[in-house]
């Protein structure tokens, strides 16, 4: 018998399929808002006015960084020269690095042809390799320690009011019951330089790094080393204390570290070992629970929260149920710990091991939630992490020198905004009457091409502008990052919005910093604009503080 299956008939197939697996898709819910466009996957950017945004007046807009990243002697931890994992590092860092070349050296060969009329000498190919694709430890960095005023004015030039960078853990207790009172200063000066120039400090307190004696125990694969972490964020309360607007305990703990370095052995110890990855990851949370109750100790009135990684996976193919299923599995594995977590107090999941646990205090740990974002991927069933990327999406790179990891994807920040503000936000204050406000903590671009620079910011603060209209308590973004820094293995992922002197070390201004800036001064205008509205250069910003509803 022969039947004719119409594409409606395999729509009508494939949601009964999704349905029975459960693939839904939370993001694809109907906005409230009048734009149709903002439901969907991809927006119509070429009816969308990039330069006019809408922020409550308290917004901060500030720029990241991480001590290893850009402060000199950063060697007596794990990513440090001095690390048991040195050796290691080289190795599964050069081949992770050599992969990548070989994939893109003929782009980057065609793309020079291009723009020098000849072909690169092997002389200039051995160059590019050994400057953009071979490991090195971070060295100097940008020598933040010795000159941090530069950076303050930096941020100054910029127009930020915040700063969001870490401290060095293994600078201020170099062993497991001392503390150095001079590298605690130095923290003392940063912020009170910050502070002096108008711009409030917001400290990471754990940004991927950690002593090498703290290693050497086991680390966070231990619950009683929790104690010992505890010990360093009490010291820094005590010695910082309300110098510092918003407190983070751990950059990205369930991605960035348990999973990166536990189940995908992308990071030191480099293990991939998912009954550890459980355990790490019950240990990180824990001891973000127990550093906030030390911190009700020293001051309550400090703010103290933590914050998420989100790197959203999706389907190549919309219509394969399997890809759908495989994506839904590889999304609960970064989200449904975390808010699981803070919005019941347990977890209970697989992972592939099952992971139950229970902290009751989890869901009064938080004053604030912080996301980092910067892009998602699509997965093909079979052929793993497709390279492949949407049309109507850009690669983060220039030719030849793309990062595979990330496309241009703002419609996925609104994603993650929205669903942050569904999934933690709502139930807490449902569960608990407390409201928490979300800061977006890192989103930024590696590239050379100012021009793409500029592009990504305009359409991830509007993304973040359009969540801010839609009921999402955003308090502040954080562009990563302030510098071109220390990229974990290299220094050729150039983030930054100054460039760095290699020979004084001075921060020079890039020409996509404008954007960033004329929107700030637009904010800064709005503020004290008798109608709330401020433009600077073609950028408009508006002031309606009553757009943010606490529903």
């Not at 020598?143 to 401290?167: E, I, M, N, P, T």
């Not at 940063?190 to 790094?209: F, Q």
């Not at 599995?329 to 209970?348: A, E, S, V, W």
């Not at 604009?529 to 433009?535: A, H, I, M, V």
């Amino acid at each position: 018998m022969h039947i004719n299956i119409t594409v409606g008939m395999m729509r009508i197939l494939l949601t009964a399929l999704l349905g029975f697996f459960g693939a839904t898709n939370d993001y694809c819910k109907t906005s409230t808002n009048s734009c149709t466009d903002i439901t969907k996957k991809h927006w119509t950017w070429k009816r969308i006015n990039q330069n006019e945004y809408i922020f409550p007046s308290y917004f901060l807009f500030g720029a990241g960084t991480s001590a290893h990243q850009i402060e000199e002697n950063c060697d007596n931890n794990t990513w440090g020269k001095n690390s048991r994992y040195a050796q290691q590092l080289r190795i599964i860092k050069q081949s992770e690095f050599d992969k990548t070349w070989n994939e893109q050296k003929d782009n980057w060969c065609k793309n020079f042809y291009k723009v020098y009329c000849r072909k690169p000498t092997q002389a200039e190919i051995n160059q590019h390799k050994e400057e953009h694709f071979t490991f090195c430890f971070a060295g100097d960095a940008c020598k933040s320690w010795q000159y941090y005023k530069k950076d303050v004015q930096a941020l100054k030039q910029l127009g930020c009011s915040a700063y969001r960078f870490s401290v060095a853990w293994e600078k201020i207790m170099p062993t497991e019951d001392t503390f150095d009172a001079a590298a605690l200063q130095h923290y003392v000066d940063v912020c009170d330089e910050l502070i002096a120039n108008n711009i409030k400090p917001v400290i990471t307190l754990y940004h991927y790094t950690e002593p090498l004696w703290f290693d050497a125990k086991g680390g966070f694969e231990k619950a009683e080393n929790i104690k010992y972490y505890v010990a360093f964020c009490t010291k820094i309360f005590e010695t910082l204390g309300d110098r510092v607007h918003l407190y983070l305990t751990f950059n990205s703990p369930i991605g960035g570290i348990a999973l990166n370095s536990y189940h995908q052995g992308g990071r030191p110890p480099f293990k991939k070992n998912s009954k550890v990855t459980c355990q790490v990851i019950i240990n990180l949370l824990d001891a973000h629970v127990a550093a906030y109750k030390a911190k009700e100790l020293v001051n309550p009135n400090l703010k103290v929260g933590i914050l998420k990684n989100t790197h959203q996976l999706d389907t190549w193919n919309k219509w394969n149920p399997i890809d759908h299923l495989v994506c839904k599995m590889g999304n609960k594995l970064q989200d449904d710990p975390f808010y699981q977590f803070f919005t019941t107090g347990k977890i209970d999941m697989m992972l592939p091991f099952k992971i139950q646990h229970e902290n009751k205090n989890a869901p009064y740990s938080l004053d604030f939630v912080g996301l980092n974002y910067y892009g998602h991927r699509y997965l093909k069933v079979g052929l793993g992490l497709s390279k492949k990327c949407s049309p109507k999406e850009q690669r983060c790179g220039t030719p030849g020198n793309y990062h595979e990891s990330y496309t241009i994807y703002p419609e996925g920040i609104y994603r993650a905004l929205m669903s942050m503000h569904e999934r933690l936000i709502k139930p807490l204050r449902q569960n608990t009457g407390r409201h928490l406000p979300i800061y977006v903590t890192e989103n930024g671009i590696g590239t050379n091409d100012e021009n793409q620079r500029t592009e990504f910011m305009k359409k991830y603060l509007y993304a973040i502008s359009r969540a801010i209209q839609n009921g999402c308590d955003v308090r502040g973004y954080f562009y990563w990052s302030l510098l071109d820094n220390y990229e974990w293995g290299r220094y050729s992922k150039c983030y930054g919005l100054f460039k760095v002197a290699k020979d004084t070390f001075d921060r020079i201004i890039k020409p996509s910093a404008s954007h960033y800036m004329n929107l700030i001064a637009a904010h800064t205008k709005a503020g004290i604009d008798t109608l709330k509205t401020g433009s600077v250069n073609d950028i408009t910003v508006h002031i309606v503080d009553t757009q943010v509803s606490i529903q």
